[in-house]
């Protein structure tokens, strides 16, 4: 039972190199959280800005202004304290990648 269950581990490995290594991309597991107020992939279907379609400048930019207090907001201002200046840039980014397609 060993020797298949062995067998069947080495043959995935080769099968399939990029299994093992594969890992999610951090800026869209983040961004997920955002899709509640501002739409899935950034369209928001209401009252809520899209994020879709802005540059990742332009989000990343806004969002660092709701985490240092520079803009003030309802709600923006106190989730961006929830986020690090490298996890904006991220969430930016991965934004800006899909306005880009």
Known sequence: M??????ILITSVFLFPNLLSATPDRGALLSM??????GTDGKSPGAMPSLYGKSSKY???S???????KR??????RI????????IKLI??????????
């Open 2 to 7: 060993k020797k298949i269950l062995f067998s």
């Open 33 to 38: 959280s955002c899709a509640a107020c501002h």
């Open 59 to 61: 989000i990343e930019s």
């Open 63 to 69: 969002m660092l202004s709701f985490l240092h207090g």
């Open 72 to 77: 003030k907001g309802t709600v923006m201002n």
């Open 80 to 87: 961006a304290k929830g986020y690090s200046e490298k996890d």
């Open 92 to 101: 930016a980014n991965y934004f800006g990648q899909l306005s880009n397609k």
